[in-house]
């Protein structure tokens, strides 16, 4: 069985800051990951994903993620912190034909 | 391009209630998929549906939640009757291809049920 867990329940930095969301997954088989984020009173879109290839993975707004293997990690960066950026954040792990998401991450920009 | 759309956004009613949340998936989408969220628990998987047929029930809570999709373009999540602790968002979600292979789930904006 696949899993996704999110270090972190709530993170806050500063505007312009570096933002670092933590994901680790357990999977079996090579695994596809994805974060999606969800704004206050919104359902969850898609930021980015990784199935095969490239290990850096780069999606909207700025954000990008890159699989490590050998550390079993799936970690969400942005360079610069913006006060738009101030949502949730889901990873997830797809096994079978369902995604599995970690418990999410409370982003809070600081201005 | 119309997205996913849920009906009702927000739903308060009493204990012992039926309630019945709808959803319209994606025109051309074969996948749908119905989460819960809460506090506690995130985001849950209940069911999911390809070409209409129920594939996985394992997270339905119990047999007060029933799910239908009687056409590609409708799925209905009922509970009855209604407890305090089925307090949540309900999301649905859609997807093409029959399986969530890219990943790539389409949200509605979720009905928010509130049992008193």
């Known amino acids: 069985a696949q899993s996704v867990t999110q270090l972190g329940s709530h993170v806050s930095v500063s505007e312009g800051a570096l933002v670092l969301l933590r994901c680790n997954y357990s999977s079996s088989v090579p695994p596809y990951l994805f974060w999606y984020v969800q704004y206050p009173n919104q359902g969850l879109q898609l930021l980015l994903k990784y199935t095969t290839g490239a290990t850096l993975v780069k999606g909207i707004n700025g954000f990008e993620a890159e699989f490590k293997k050998s550390e079993t990690s799936f970690h969400l960066t942005k360079p610069s912190a913006h006060m738009s950026d101030a949502a949730e954040y889901f990873c997830?792990?797809?096994?079978?034909?369902?995604?599995?998401f970690g418990t999410g991450t409370r982003l809070t920009i600081i201005p | 391009d119309a997205g996913v759309i849920q009906s009702p956004r927000h739903e308060v009613t009493e204990m012992g209630q039926e309630v019945t949340l709808r959803c319209k998936p994606i025109?051309?989408?074969?996948?749908l998929f119905w989460y819960r969220q809460t506090m506690m628990r995130g985001l849950e998987l209940l069911i999911y549906?390809?070409?209409?047929?129920?594939?996985?029930d394992s997270g339905m809570p119990e047999d007060r939640f029933s799910a239908k999709m009687p056409n590609a373009s409708f799925s209905t999540l009922k509970i009855q009757p209604s407890e305090p602790r089925d307090s949540a968002v309900y999301f649905c979600?859609?997807?093409?291809?029959?399986?969530?292979?890219?990943?790539?789930?389409?949200f509605g904006e979720g009905s928010r049920l509130t049992v008193l």
């Open positions: 549906f390809n070409n209409n047929v129920p594939i996985d």
């Open positions: 979600a859609s997807s093409l291809k029959g399986t969530p292979t890219s990943g790539e789930l389409f």
């Open positions: 025109s051309g989408h074969n996948s």
């Open positions: 997830a792990v797809q096994g079978d034909e369902k995604l599995t």
